[in-house]
C-alpha cells in the first residue's frame, strides 16, 4: 500500500530543491525530511540510507546504442554527456568521473543551466546522451530511450538516503520514517517516542 492509503490524513507538501536549499530547511525546521541521491551524511542530522534504483542511460533513438537492451560503462567513455546543473546533475558528473576517467583522460560532461527534464526534452536532437536514475523514467521525451547501464557487477545502482533533525517533534514524520523502515525493510532503528 502507497503512503497516501495508510495515512489519507497526512497533507504531504514536497520540495524539489538542490541539496543545500533541502538541507538548509531542515535545519530551520521548513522541511521535515529530506530524501538525497547518494549517501548523504550532515553534522546535527540524522542521515540512512533508504533505497537503490537503476542507473540508465538516456540515448537519443538514433544513437549508436540504442539498440541495445544493456549498455556498460565502458561503451559510454566516449560520449558526450549532458547533465542539469541542479540536484542530482552534480552526483551524477562525479559518479562519471569516477567510472569513466581513464589513463589521465576525463569524459566530456556539459553541466546546464537547465532542469533535467528540459535536458531530456532537448536529448532527442542532439549528439550528447544523460544518465538517470529509474525513477526519473515515467515522462517520456519524444525521440529519446532509456537503456540500463551495467558495471562489472552487473545493472549500475545508486542510492538514496533520507535525513531529519533527531528533535523534529512532527507526528507525521515518524509516521513517514516508521512506514519507510517497514515498507523497504530497512534496519534503522526508530525512537519510541517517534512512533
Keep these: ?11 504531504v507538501e ?10 538548509a530547511g531542515l535545519d530551520t525546521g521548513e522541511i521535515d525530511a529530506a530524501i538525497l541521491m547518494g549517501t548523504a551524511s550532515h553534522n546535527g542530522f540524522r542521515c540512512e540510507p533508504l533505497w537503490s534504483e537503476r542507473m540508465l542511460a538516456a540515448l537519443p533513438a538514433s544513437h549508436r546504442l540504442a539498440n541495445r537492451d544493456v549498455v556498460h560503462w565502458t561503451d559510454l567513455r566516449a560520449e558526450r ?3 542539469p546543473v541542479a540536484d542530482p546533475g552534480p552526483e551524477i558528473r ?7 576517467a581513464v589513463s589521465g583522460t576525463k569524459p566530456e560532461i556539459r553541466m546546464l543551466q537547465a532542469s533535467r527534464e528540459t535536458v531530456l526534452s532537448v536529448l532527442g536532437g542532439s549528439s550528447g546522451v544523460s544518465i538517470v536514475c529509474e525513477g526519473a523514467t515515467g515522462a517520456r521525451y519524444p525521440d529519446v530511450v532509456y537503456r540500463p547501464i551495467h558495471g562489472e557487477q552487473g545493472p549500475a545502482l545508486t542510492g538514496y538516503s533520507g535525513c531529519w533533525r ?13 512506514f519507510i523502515r517497514t515498507r ?9 517516542k517517534l512512533q
Design 81 to 83: 554527456f549532458m547533465l
Design 94 to 100: 562525479d559518479m562519471l568521473l569516477g567510472r569513466l
Design 166 to 178: 533527531s528533535d523534529n517533534s512532527n507526528p507525521a514524520l515518524h509516521r513517514f520514517l516508521g
Design 184 to 192: 523497504y525493510a530497512l534496519s534503522f532503528a526508530v525512537s519510541e
Design 1 to 11: 500500500m502507497s503512503w497516501h492509503e495508510t495515512h489519507p490524513d497526512v497533507d
Design 14 to 23: 514536497c520540495v524539489e530543491a538542490d541539496r543545500s536549499i533541502l538541507l
